[in-house]
């Protein structure tokens, strides 16, 4: 008997040795990494910095011009009240969320398949994922969203299993994370309708629980996801009123399925100052050729089905579903000109898809799993490393802005006036110039702080410009960075 405890207690120790092991490399890897130390705020992350600098009363102003949720800025703006507003201090807030990401991934695949070596492979996977790691160093709410909906998923599928057919502790918490999530991003709508078509289907379809004792059940998690929802509600209805303006996201085409699996396993390029949607990674082969390997792959998996012990089964159409039903959502949504489908805002989705694939390895033979991950880690190797050394330099004009005199900063476009006026604080007063007000309906840029009128710019003026041909006899050249040329005004 005190060997048998003497062996659970030293295999336990080796499993928590090796848990936190992989845990602590993960977090290593995401803050080591150029993206997260190197690379500047590019303008997405720059709104982040801005609006959580702002006292509260402000920050909700904004808030309501924008066509986000609160939850992530106001958690964002408790963090940075604790350990800073700079850039690397607001990153590493996605950096935590990113480790209960994976802590939760760990517990929940340990109960799905109830084997520890296993799940050990698979957290090895997410953590080498360049997708997750992507948003595990961004300022943005999309880590944050992705761990809502994976423990949401978590809560889901011990209530499910267990059979549990009346309102319980498992159930309030799946109503409580899936009431956060839509309190992050909108883009949670689609997936709780998700969640509710496949609890539809597995309880009356396949379970034959009474429609009526269902119904009950889903009105309480209803009601409890509503109560959560309503103070935002009002504010949510302005933001649906007024709409978004994603013009800037392409329209899909049928192939691009290709393409988005090959970046849920490979990323995309991180965002940069000079603003832009990243691309995707370089590889090998281009992404919708690397894709359309990924799927045959996944359908040669397939093959391992009869292997899967019932619950792994279970999971892998629990996951399966939810994905192709919130895929379905946001081509439902597209064809009402949303122009939704991007890897941003897929990226919570993913696991899903990441996850349904670990489980077509998860037979008792581990070693079929081992051979899965590193195929993986190898195929990671080959790809095309982002170099951020030739960043637009906002760190170092914001020097240069400290010590010279000017009260005025002008900029050409709204990327370089919100990433600047991150990195330069609020000492000058900083400006857009709109010369057609072609940025005049941009929430995040209040219309009180756009100059049209070119003439009146005081002298003394600094002008932050991409366009390096730019000439005129009263201005000269103040600093050149490449990318970003700076000019004072120095006559009238």
């Given at each position: 008997?005190?060997?048998?405890?003497r062996?659970?207690w030293e295999?336990k120790?080796?499993?928590?040795?090796i848990f936190?092991?992989?845990?602590l490399f993960?977090?290593?890897?995401?803050?080591?990494?150029?993206?997260f130390?190197v690379?500047?705020?590019?303008f997405?992350e720059?709104?982040?910095?801005?609006?959580?600098?702002?006292?509260?009363?402000e920050m909700?102003?904004?808030?309501?011009?924008d066509?986000?949720?609160?939850?992530y800025?106001?958690?964002?703006?408790?963090?940075?009240t604790?350990?800073?507003?700079?850039?690397?201090a607001?990153?590493?807030?996605?950096?935590f969320?990113y480790?209960?990401?994976?802590?939760?991934?760990?517990?929940?695949?340990?109960?799905i398949?109830n084997?520890l070596?296993?799940a050990?492979?698979s957290?090895?996977f997410?953590?080498?994922?360049?997708?997750v790691l992507?948003?595990?160093?961004?300022?943005r709410m999309?880590?944050?969203?992705?761990f809502?909906?994976?423990?949401?998923?978590?809560f889901f599928?011990?209530?499910v299993?267990?059979?549990?057919?009346?309102?319980?502790?498992?159930w309030l918490?799946f109503a409580?994370?899936?009431?956060?999530a839509?309190?992050?991003?909108?883009?949670?709508f689609i997936?709780?309708?998700?969640?509710?078509?496949v609890?539809?289907?597995?309880q009356?379809?396949?379970?034959?629980?009474?429609?009526?004792?269902f119904?009950l059940?889903?009105?309480q998690?209803?009601i409890?996801?509503?109560?959560?929802?309503?103070?935002?509600?009002?504010?949510f209805?302005q933001?649906?009123?007024?709409?978004s303006?994603?013009?800037w996201?392409s329209a899909p085409r049928?192939?691009d399925?290709?393409?988005?699996?090959?970046i849920f396993?490979?990323?995309?390029?991180?965002g940069t100052?000079?603003?832009g949607?990243p691309?995707?990674?370089d590889?090998?082969?281009?992404?919708?050729?690397s894709?359309?390997?990924i799927?045959v792959?996944?359908a040669?998996?397939?093959?391992?089905?009869?292997?899967l012990?019932?619950?792994?089964?279970?999971?892998f159409?629990?996951?399966?579903?939810?994905f192709?039903?919130?895929i379905?959502?946001?081509?439902?949504?597209e064809?009402?000109?949303t122009?939704l489908?991007?890897?941003?805002?897929?990226?919570?989705?993913s696991?899903?898809f990441?996850?349904?694939?670990?489980?077509?390895?998860?037979?008792?033979k581990?070693?079929?799993?081992?051979?899965?991950v590193?195929c993986?880690?190898i195929?990671?190797?080959l790809?095309?490393p982002?170099?951020f050394?030739?960043e637009y330099?906002f760190?170092?004009i914001?020097l240069?802005?400290?010590?010279n005199n000017?009260?005025l900063?002008?900029?050409?476009?709204?990327f370089?006036y919100?990433?600047?006026?991150?990195y330069?604080g609020?000492?000058?007063a900083?400006?857009?110039?709109?010369?057609?007000?072609?940025?005049g309906?941009?929430?995040?840029?209040p219309?009180?702080?756009l100059k049209e009128?070119?003439?009146?710019?005081?002298?003394?003026?600094?002008?932050?410009?991409k366009?390096?041909?730019?000439?005129?006899?009263e201005?000269?050249s103040?600093?050149d960075?490449?990318?970003l040329?700076?000019?004072?005004?120095?006559k009238?």
């Amino acid at each position: 008997m005190k060997m048998h405890l003497r062996s659970w207690w030293e295999k336990k120790l080796y499993v928590r040795g090796i848990f936190w092991g992989i845990l602590l490399f993960a977090i290593l890897r995401a803050i080591g990494g150029d993206g997260f130390l190197v690379r500047e705020f590019w303008f997405d992350e720059a709104y982040s910095g801005n609006v959580v600098r702002m006292p509260w009363r402000e920050m909700f102003a904004m808030l309501q011009r924008d066509i986000h949720p609160p939850l992530y800025y106001m958690l964002l703006k408790l963090w940075g009240t604790m350990f800073g507003f700079g850039d690397i201090a607001l990153r590493s807030f996605s950096v935590f969320i990113y480790a209960g990401f994976l802590a939760t991934l760990f517990v929940l695949l340990k109960k799905i398949t109830n084997n520890l070596p296993f799940a050990l492979l698979s957290l090895v996977f997410f953590a080498a994922n360049p997708f997750v790691l992507q948003y595990a160093q961004e300022a943005r709410m999309y880590m944050l969203l992705a761990f809502l909906v994976l423990l949401a998923f978590l809560f889901f599928w011990q209530a499910v299993t267990a059979s549990e057919q009346s309102f319980s502790r498992m159930w309030l918490g799946f109503a409580c994370t899936m009431g956060f999530a839509l309190l992050t991003h909108y883009t949670a709508f689609i997936v709780l309708f998700a969640f509710g078509i496949v609890w539809a289907w597995q309880q009356i379809v396949r379970e034959h629980v009474p429609l009526r004792a269902f119904l009950l059940l889903a009105a309480q998690v209803g009601i409890i996801i509503f109560l959560l929802f309503l103070p935002w509600l009002p504010i949510f209805l302005q933001h649906l009123e007024r709409g978004s303006s994603l013009d800037w996201n392409s329209a899909p085409r049928w192939f691009d399925i290709f393409a988005y699996a090959h970046i849920f396993l490979y990323g995309t390029a991180q965002g940069t100052a000079g603003g832009g949607v990243p691309r995707a990674f370089d590889f090998s082969l281009s992404p919708i050729a690397s894709g359309a390997v990924i799927l045959v792959i996944f359908a040669i998996c397939v093959g391992f089905w009869g292997r899967l012990v019932p619950q792994s089964r279970t999971a892998f159409s629990l996951f399966g579903s939810l994905f192709l039903v919130t895929i379905t959502g946001f081509v439902f949504a597209e064809m009402h000109d949303t122009h939704l489908i991007h890897a941003r805002y897929l990226f919570f989705v993913s696991p899903f898809f990441l996850l349904a694939l670990t489980l077509l390895v998860s037979t008792r033979k581990n070693i079929i799993a081992l051979a899965f991950v590193a195929c993986y880690l190898i195929s990671i190797l080959l790809l095309q490393p982002q170099h951020f050394d030739d960043e637009y330099g906002f760190r170092e004009i914001s020097l240069i802005f400290e010590n010279n005199n000017a009260k005025l900063i002008v900029y050409s476009d709204p990327f370089l006036y919100l990433v600047s006026r991150f990195y330069a604080g609020k000492t000058i007063a900083h400006v857009l110039f709109d010369e057609d007000n072609e940025f005049g309906s941009w929430a995040v840029i209040p219309t009180g702080e756009l100059k049209e009128d070119w003439q009146s710019l005081p002298l003394g003026t600094i002008y932050v410009t991409k366009d390096a041909a730019f000439a005129a006899p009263e201005w000269q050249s103040l600093a050149d960075y490449g990318k970003l040329t700076l000019l004072q005004k120095s006559k009238l």
